[in-house]
């Protein structure tokens, strides 16, 4: 038999984003000192799940896609994490993004364990009718994984409360309940949260104000960027411009736009859902995703996607402040860069926590079956996003290192110390 020998692959600043996840639980498990056993068990994923999904195309042809969920760990409590629909959803993404779910929702402290899935699909090349039998068929093809008290999800990039109603539906109807617990980020009808869609946004803003307090820049004072406006993006620029900041610069798939002087994120977001792309604003600049991520300013907000702060454009950062919107969107070798130009990382496993956060306040709701009012949802989200960033920058302090590696410290610490206690079954 003939064996091609291939070339190991260039190391390359694309980083896996598995690889760039475990270059920092790694360097947080040395600082920590965890034992060899508890290192092995929180490196590896509980379950991955790969799973088929065959469903008939509006042209009455059949189409296969592949489908994915990961559960990570289940330790802190039932798993819990988004649905991404999106063409280069892979195994090894989900995994790195299911232990992001984990130490995020230790540095939060809420009960659950990560996970993440997703199907690999251009939803914008599929019908309604075509994203929801993909949708039915994929939960059922999970029934046995998905529950109340199992594994939860959640909306994530390209899926929406739609999409959730249509997971929660297919669940009850198989379980013969109404299972709301089983979903969260559904419509508020369904059993949602008041707050959910916006939590996300919410909390970046909260983290945003808490750093430039820690940098002594008063909000009024402060410029930022925030790169993507999806849900996250969107809100968190509209939600940082009402506390004063000046948004000098946006950007989304389409490109960026620029203003020195500000934009008006009411008169963008107008603009935005007329023509689906922040381009073409009239009151502003358009400049490149590369140069808006460049910019001189306070604040910069990556809310896009991974990858996108780099070895190569880290050198060129003008910001003093980063707060990740998105989840790894600065590589792990961008990470001491970034340290030695004395930007102030807040890293996604703080930063964007508050949708998960809503996300644990709407099970809460759910399995209650008495749901709070917006301003409870809101001062509790702040009570818990403030401590976590209290503990995260204590963490940092006490250890001398980066907020990222405070954050992954405090999650890992937090985690491995809840499975001593539970002790390993069998
Ligand atoms: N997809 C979101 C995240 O990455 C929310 C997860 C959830 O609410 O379960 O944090």
């Given at each position: 038999m003939e064996h091609t020998y291939k070339e190991p692959a260039?190391?390359?600043?694309?980083?896996?984003p598995f690889e760039s996840m475990m270059a920092r639980f790694e360097h947080a498990a040395q600082i920590l000192g965890l034992e060899d056993g508890a290192y092995q068990y929180l490196k590896s994923p509980v379950k991955q799940i790969i799973t088929s999904i065959p469903i008939i195309m509006d042209n009455g042809s059949i189409q296969v896609f592949e489908g994915y969920r990961v559960i990570h760990n289940d330790i802190l409590g039932p798993s819990k994490g988004g649905l991404r629909f999106a063409p280069d959803v892979t195994l090894d993404e989900m995994k790195a993004l299911a232990a992001w779910m984990t130490w995020k929702c230790a540095v939060v402290n809420i009960p659950f364990g990560g996970a993440k899935g997703g199907i690999k699909c251009d939803p914008a090349k599929l019908s309604l009718n075509e994203l929801e039998k993909l949708t039915r068929r994929f939960t059922a093809n999970l029934l046995d994984i998905?529950?109340?008290?199992?594994d939860i999800p959640a909306p994530d990039m390209n899926t929406n409360e739609q999409v959730m109603a249509w997971v929660m539906d297919t669940y009850s109807m198989h379980t013969k309940t109404?299972?709301?617990?089983?979903?969260?980020?559904?419509?508020l009808i369904l059993g949602g949260s008041l707050g959910r869609r916006e939590a996300t946004g919410r909390g970046v803003m909260m983290v945003s104000i808490a750093a430039l307090k820690k940098k002594g820049i008063s909000p009024d004072a402060a410029t930022a960027v925030v790169q993507g406006f999806g849900n996250v993006g969107s809100v968190s620029a509209q939600l940082l411009a009402e506390k004063g900041?000046?948004?000098?610069g946006l950007g989304d798939i389409s490109g960026g736009i620029y203003n020195s002087r500000g934009l008006s994120i009411a008169q963008v977001m107008e603009y935005f859902t007329r023509?689906?792309?922040?381009?073409?604003?009239?009151?502003a600049e358009s400049i490149s995703n590369e140069d808006l991520l460049e910019l001189q300013c306070d604040l910069l907000v990556p809310?896009?996607?991974?990858?996108?702060?780099?070895k190569h454009n880290a050198p060129r950062l003008r910001c003093k402040i980063i707060t990740?919107?998105?989840?790894?969107?600065?590589t792990a070798a961008a990470d001491p860069i970034l340290e030695d130009k004395g930007i102030l990382v807040v890293p996604d496993i703080l930063a964007n926590a508050g949708g998960v956060t809503v996300s644990y306040f709407e099970w809460v709701q759910d399995r209650t079956g008495y749901f709070w009012s917006l301003d409870k949802v809101n001062k509790r989200l702040e009570r818990m996003m403030h401590e976590a960033f209290d503990n995260v920058y204590h963490h940092a302090g006490t250890y001398k290192v980066s907020l990222r590696l405070g954050a992954y410290v405090l999650a890992i610490n937090k985690v491995a110390s809840t499975l001593k206690i539970r002790g390993i079954y069998g």
């Amino acid at each position: 038999m003939e064996h091609t020998y291939k070339e190991p692959a260039p190391i390359t600043d694309k980083e896996n984003p598995f690889e760039s996840m475990m270059a920092r639980f790694e360097h947080a498990a040395q600082i920590l000192g965890l034992e060899d056993g508890a290192y092995q068990y929180l490196k590896s994923p509980v379950k991955q799940i790969i799973t088929s999904i065959p469903i008939i195309m509006d042209n009455g042809s059949i189409q296969v896609f592949e489908g994915y969920r990961v559960i990570h760990n289940d330790i802190l409590g039932p798993s819990k994490g988004g649905l991404r629909f999106a063409p280069d959803v892979t195994l090894d993404e989900m995994k790195a993004l299911a232990a992001w779910m984990t130490w995020k929702c230790a540095v939060v402290n809420i009960p659950f364990g990560g996970a993440k899935g997703g199907i690999k699909c251009d939803p914008a090349k599929l019908s309604l009718n075509e994203l929801e039998k993909l949708t039915r068929r994929f939960t059922a093809n999970l029934l046995d994984i998905f529950g109340p008290e199992r594994d939860i999800p959640a909306p994530d990039m390209n899926t929406n409360e739609q999409v959730m109603a249509w997971v929660m539906d297919t669940y009850s109807m198989h379980t013969k309940t109404t299972a709301r617990a089983v979903v969260t980020g559904k419509p508020l009808i369904l059993g949602g949260s008041l707050g959910r869609r916006e939590a996300t946004g919410r909390g970046v803003m909260m983290v945003s104000i808490a750093a430039l307090k820690k940098k002594g820049i008063s909000p009024d004072a402060a410029t930022a960027v925030v790169q993507g406006f999806g849900n996250v993006g969107s809100v968190s620029a509209q939600l940082l411009a009402e506390k004063g900041i000046k948004i000098i610069g946006l950007g989304d798939i389409s490109g960026g736009i620029y203003n020195s002087r500000g934009l008006s994120i009411a008169q963008v977001m107008e603009y935005f859902t007329r023509n689906r792309a922040l381009t073409g604003f009239p009151e502003a600049e358009s400049i490149s995703n590369e140069d808006l991520l460049e910019l001189q300013c306070d604040l910069l907000v990556p809310a896009a996607k991974e990858d996108q702060i780099t070895k190569h454009n880290a050198p060129r950062l003008r910001c003093k402040i980063i707060t990740e919107g998105a989840n790894g969107p600065t590589t792990a070798a961008a990470d001491p860069i970034l340290e030695d130009k004395g930007i102030l990382v807040v890293p996604d496993i703080l930063a964007n926590a508050g949708g998960v956060t809503v996300s644990y306040f709407e099970w809460v709701q759910d399995r209650t079956g008495y749901f709070w009012s917006l301003d409870k949802v809101n001062k509790r989200l702040e009570r818990m996003m403030h401590e976590a960033f209290d503990n995260v920058y204590h963490h940092a302090g006490t250890y001398k290192v980066s907020l990222r590696l405070g954050a992954y410290v405090l999650a890992i610490n937090k985690v491995a110390s809840t499975l001593k206690i539970r002790g390993i079954y069998g």
